[in-house]
Nanobody
């Protein structure tokens, strides 16, 4: 069992930066790949990034490539996503999720555990 808690969201202006954290409980955290997904009002859930259990493999959605950077600290049981050059279209609730199904998983239906989400609002 893994419990995930996101933090770090907030209101930021266009071009600004935020760093989201995903803190996990559970002794086997370093066995799980962690994905970041987001959901904007009236839209479906969208893949953002995923990082393998060791952190050696990372995959990004095309919409955030070059602007977002995922990382993890398995000693602190925490995954991060640094978000730079934020745009209004990045506004959404951001969730982290955990899976052991694959190393870098872009499909949300393979993730077993989800956090409650943190709101990111980018104002123009």
């Amino acid at each position: 069992q893994v419990q995930l808690v996101e933090s770090g969201g907030g209101l930021v202006q266009v071009g600004g930066s935020l760093r989201l954290s995903c803190a996990a409980s559970g002794r086997t955290f370093n066995n799980y790949a962690i994905g970041w997904f987001r959901q904007a009002p009236g839209k479906g859930r969208e893949f953002v990034a995923t990082i393998s259990s060791s952190g050696s493999m990372i995959k990004y959605a095309d919409s955030v490539k070059g602007r977002f950077t995922a990382s993890r600290d398995n000693i602190k049981n925490t995954v991060y996503i640094q978000m730079n050059s934020l745009k209004p279209e990045d506004t959404a609730v951001y969730h982290c999720a955990a899976t052991r199904f694959c190393s870098v998983c872009t499909a949300d239906n393979v993730y077993d555990y989800w956090g409650q989400g943190t709101q990111v609002t980018v104002s123009s």
